[in-house]
């Protein structure tokens, strides 16, 4: 596993209950709050190079 892949499952691992308790507060479904869980963290990890050095989102960015 790599550095990357490490930092961001400690920090699933440090988070990922609260964030269902948080999904399940908005779906009402304990199954949906998971996928929703999932859906955000997938999307999370593919920009956590740029969370992790700080680096802001610009439209420029993602084009590159």
């Known amino acids: 596993m ?3 892949a490490e930092e961001f499952a400690a920090y699933v691992a ?5 964030l269902v308790r948080t999904a399940y507060l908005l779906t009402g479904d304990l ?3 998971e996928d929703l869980v999932q859906s955000a963290l997938t999307r ?3 920009a956590w190079h740029r969370i992790a050095t700080g680096t802001p989102w610009t439209p420029t960015s993602a084009e590159s």
């Open 31 to 33: 199954h949906e709050a």
């Open 44 to 46: 999370t990890y593919l």
């Open 2 to 4: 790599t550095d990357v």
């Open 14 to 18: 440090s988070r990922q209950r609260a």
